[in-house]
């Protein structure tokens, strides 16, 4: 069923997120500094050591690091709705190549996508919303595998990017933490 832009969070979700003594964000900023007690300079260079970008779906339930066993400077990791590559995903890419020397690109969409509910009638409830049209898209999808294999194929066919031979789609199982790749071909 389409979701409205307009639907609010549900009632529950604010009151359990945030904590009884401030915002959500002060309670990150405190945990902040826990971490910076503990933390020592690892001098790294911020050229990704695996030589790798990781594109995903922006989805809190995917642990990127854990689930793919990466390591502090391994790998960048791009996020956002879906995984979509998008002209931001392109631009992060080519400054991941270009200036920062990473060669392989690895998609990951995942089951029980938000965008697998929603669709082009988000933008247009939303432009009658507020009276304004976005200038993007919101790249719904309903077929998790063919929004893969496009993304795939929309990183390969860049013209900005050096490295367009080691480019893997994959759909991550949020319920088993399994990774199932896609073949770029239908
Ligand atoms: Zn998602």
Redesign the pocket.
Known sequence: MPIPASQPLPPSADSAAAPADGTVTDRLVEANRRYATAFTDPGMDARPVLKVAVVS?M?ARIDLHAALGLELGDCHTIRNA?GVVTDDIIRSLTISQRALGTRSVVLIH?TG???LNLTEDFRHDLAAEVGQRPTWAVEAFKDLDEDVRQSMQRVRTSPFLLHTDDVRGFVFDVTTGLLREIDPRP
């Open positions: 779906c989805d879906g995942h996508c938000g965008l």
